[in-house]
């Protein structure tokens, strides 16, 4: 899949326009606040129906407007010509894929898988448990549906069961915790399985870039521990009911999974240094590329937002040299930032100025 060419209107500074991109890297280079990240963000929103930067695109709507529109044109990897369009009105989002209205984003997602590195990835180390769970997620969403809908199902049956519990209503919690069992063990099986695969691809990229013999890996720590049947899981949520009723929150269950991050020595995130924190936290997203092509047997796109500034020359030209495994990408850099040895082959530069491009 390759964006061949993006079109604004009214979208945060950008000037409206439009941008071809039908190269497999786009490199856009500028001083902070002039518009590089928006663009970035104009693909995400294409590829996913939200922002990576905010909750409520709302935000997104140049100043004093009350419309934006983006639309995108593609070519998948079978050489079909897609249209993809994003439009925000009166708070309202429309979502408009080869003339015909998107009614679920998973939609988008199995089209343009997009992957994007930003400097919120530090949380995957240091955060709180719910920025790895999102990133798990995220990833094993990306190339299994039925991961998906079960999490999905198992969210809107924990929804529900919280509310039972608020409105202290007992006698449904019952109802609940068998479904809740059955897609939460859905969800479980799958993320005992995707780690022992991430695993097979995060520790030896850090190796390569960090020129160490540190050993990564990502434990992951079920919140139902022991528990595999659909009959155990709910005898075990029936046994914890008092003290669910008493927090008043469904207190077990895969929202409550924790993936941690280890070394030799223990946590990484009391171990690392900050600067090995921050490199193992880019290789998160390096891996998720190498990880989707691996299950998927497709290539992403990916979206490179000023992480690189974090490493050091050597480490930033290895990181470089391992990026692979993508179908296009999207690079922000600042004026006379050095990035790659050579300018790739099929690359496309520009300056970015005032929420105006121009091809170098």
Not at 229 to 255: K, N, P
Request: net charge neutral.
């Amino acid at each position: 899949m390759r964006f061949k060419n993006l079109k604004y209107f009214n979208f945060r500074n950008l000037a409206n326009s439009s941008i071809d991109t039908d190269a497999e890297n786009i490199i856009l280079e500028g001083v902070n606040g002039q518009g590089k990240t928006n663009i970035l963000e104009s693909v995400y929103l294409l590829s996913y129906g939200s922002s990576f930067r905010t909750a409520n695109v709302r935000e997104a709507i140049t100043f004093n407007q009350e419309r934006m529109h983006i639309v995108g044109t593609a070519v998948d990897d079978d050489g079909q010509q897609r249209r993809i369009e994003y439009i925000n009105q009166d708070g309202k989002r429309r979502i408009i894929l080869d003339g015909k209205d998107v009614k679920d984003r998973k939609e988008l997602i199995y089209t343009f898988p997009v992957i994007v590195f930003s400097h919120e990835d530090i949380n995957f180390v240091k955060g709180e448990p719910e920025f790895r769970r999102r990133f798990f997620d995220q990833t094993f969403s990306l190339y299994n549906p039925s991961y998906l809908d079960s999490l999905r199902r198992y969210k809107t049956i924990l929804a529900q069961r919280n509310a039972a519990i608020k409105g202290d209503q007992k006698s449904l919690m019952g109802l609940y915790d068998g479904r809740l069992a059955k897609y939460g063990l859905e969800v479980l099986r799958e993320r005992e399985k995707g780690v022992a695969e991430f695993n097979e691809i995060f520790p030896v990229l850090y190796r390569q870039i960090s020129g160490t013999d540190t050993e990564l890996v990502i434990r992951y720590q079920p919140s139902w521990k022991e528990l595999r049947s659909e009959d155990e899981v709910t005898s075990y949520l029936e046994s914890t009911r008092d003290r669910d009723l008493r927090l008043m929150t469904t207190s077990s269950g895969i929202h409550r999974d924790r993936f941690l991050v280890y070394d030799e020595n223990g946590p990484f995130s009391q171990s690392g240094s900050t600067g090995q924190i921050r490199l193992a936290s880019i290789l998160f997203r390096l891996a998720e590329a190498r990880f989707f092509s691996r299950m998927s047997g497709k290539e992403p796109i990916l979206l490179v937002d000023d992480v690189l500034l974090e490493l050091d020359s050597a480490k930033r030209g290895a990181f470089l040299q391992l990026l692979d495994h993508y179908s296009q990408a999207f690079f922000t850099f600042l004026p006379e930032e050095k990035y790659f040895s050579r300018i790739k082959e099929s690359t496309l530069k520009y300056t970015v100025s005032g929420g105006r491009t121009e091809k170098c």
